[in-house]
């Protein structure tokens, strides 16, 4: 079975927009009984935009919204980190708007055209030409998976 429909939904993008850290909850507070002796090694909060996001000016949240690249580990539900100002090379995972939607895809580039192949069998790869509409929106930089059942 070929599956004719794998856009992404549009209303699963959001721009990234870091909140700032209250300098009050940077560290930890002990609440009761006796101070944890790591408490004088402990820096600060981790903070996901430090470790996923290179350019925040240019980053993006999508949702995954189908299976097109469940070979590779990403799957419906997922959220992607896509950068829109970072290098396209062969094979990097991308989000371009190609045939009426945004397609997850990851890429390779031909003499005169490129191919936007799937990592699920039951998904075509698509063929770009010069001049067909094509849109290159982003480069995939990091997933974020969940895994409660």
């Not at 949702?63 to 799957?75: D, P």
């Not at 063929?127 to 509409?133: A, L, M, P, R, T």
């Amino acid at each position: 079975m070929v599956v004719e429909d794998d856009i992404l939904i549009t209303d699963e993008i959001f721009l990234l927009k870091p909140r700032q850290l209250d300098p009050k909850k940077i560290g930890y507070q002990n609440t009761t009984g006796f101070a944890s002796p790591a408490n004088t090694h402990f820096k600060r909060a981790i903070d996901l935009n430090d470790i996923c996001v290179i350019n925040k000016d240019a980053t993006y949240f999508f949702k995954m919204t189908t299976e097109a690249m469940k070979g590779l580990e990403i799957r419906k539900g997922d959220r992607l980190i896509v950068d829109s100002e970072h290098e396209v090379v062969d094979d990097a995972i991308i989000i371009s708007w190609v045939q009426g939607g945004y397609r997850v895809r990851q890429v390779k580039f031909c003499d005169h055209y490129l191919i936007l192949y799937p990592a699920n069998p039951e998904y075509t790869a698509i063929h770009v030409y010069e001049g067909d509409q094509f849109h290159f929106f982003g480069v995939v930089t990091y997933v974020i998976k969940g895994v409660l059942p």
